[in-house]
């Protein structure tokens, strides 16, 4: 079979299948994201093998487009007026999720004999979440309740702690080491996350007032793609975060685009396809050998990054005098952790090679174990703060 006829019988498969895990989701206690990775573990190259090799070398095009789309929803979240009405819960919840989790799982890595060093790193790593598991489970309860408003804006700001601390915890372990260029992983993570900030602005500002012409009051598919799919060139292209860029400009946009009923929000409809396409092709590419990389330090990482934000969270929920449904269940909520996390682990090898052989296999194999069980645990907290 020709390559161009496997890749569109495939891509009409993997759409279609979208519907059916939508039905079965809503049958069964497993969301739409668990059932679309654990179907993509099945058709990729560990099982049934059947997905062509096309779809594979250009995975990392599709999941940066869908993460992109994702990022601008959830900048579209950021809204003044939800910020001048939850912006203390916000931000006491999602610094304090992201900052005990890293003390949490640092703590009891040392405890079981994990060099400091080593410890900070992965506390760091675990501080971060799954934007486009949580957005894609939030989408499919269509819950529509202070809990998840406040769930996506948390999310939409995890992310950016998480590279906080990240550089942080590189300048310790620089320290630590007596490295004489502590400055350097500073400077890197300083330029991506502050670069980040600055493109989304710039392309934010004019953008808000230009868009929305054309058809008034609604940008049009093509404008909002069009602008989407720029931040994220120009954000590779200067090598800074691009889904931090592409929250910024959603945030930008829906904060100043006063002549819009919703930013962009025709990008909603397709950015659904290309969640479903991401989340197979990342089941398909999950490898098994990667969970063999489990074994204590794994377990303890996993067991304390749960900890970790479940606690973080719910000390967040205390000072921020949230109500009780929020104090119990927002931390479980955060659990999913996808490719952030990894990113994070490649560059901390980069620096520090020797820590290498405990970051990646721990780092890999945690992240496969909260992709597939972490939306279940963000589906069982919607479904019980929809209850309170």
Known sequence: METSSQFFISLGGILLLGLITSALGRATFLPRVTLLLIFGIIIGKEMLNIIPPIFFDRFEIIANMALLMVGFLLGGKLTRSSMEFSARKILWISVSAAVVTTSVVSFA?????????????????????????????????NQESSFTKLLLSIVALDDVWALVLFAIGLAAVSSLNGQAEIISPLLLIARELGGAILLGLLLGLPA??????????????????????????????????FLITSIVLGAVIANLA??????????????????????????????????????????????????????????????????????????????????????????????????????????????????IIGPVFTRLALKQTNKA
């Open 109 to 141: 890595l040392t405890l079981i004999g994990v060099s400091l060093e080593a410890s900070i790193l992965l506390g760091c790593i675990a501080a971060a979440t799954a934007p486009a598991a949580v957005l894609d489970v939030v989408i499919e309860s």
């Open 208 to 241: 808000a007032y230009l868009t929305g012409r054309i058809k008034p009051g609604q940008p049009i598919l093509t404008e909002a793609l069009g602008l989407v799919f720029i931040c994220g060139g120009l954000a590779m292209w200067l090598e800074v975060s």
């Open 258 to 371: 006063k002549h819009h009923e919703y930013p962009f929000h025709s990008i909603e409809g397709v950015e659904s396809s290309f969640l479903v396409i991401f989340f197979v092709l990342a089941g398909a590419t999950l490898e098994f050998e990667a969970l063999t990389g489990v074994s204590l330090i794994g377990v303890v990482y996993i067991l304390s990054r749960a900890t970790g934000k479940v606690l973080g969270a719910s000390i967040g929920s205390y000072f921020a005098k949230t109500e009780q449904a929020t104090k119990k269940w927002m931390g479980v909520a955060l659990l999913p952790q996808a490719g952030v996390a990894i990113g994070m682990a490649l560059v901390a090898s980069h620096y520090f090679p020797e820590y290498s052989q405990i970051l990646l296999p721990v780092v890999i194999s945690s992240t496969i174990f909260f992709e």
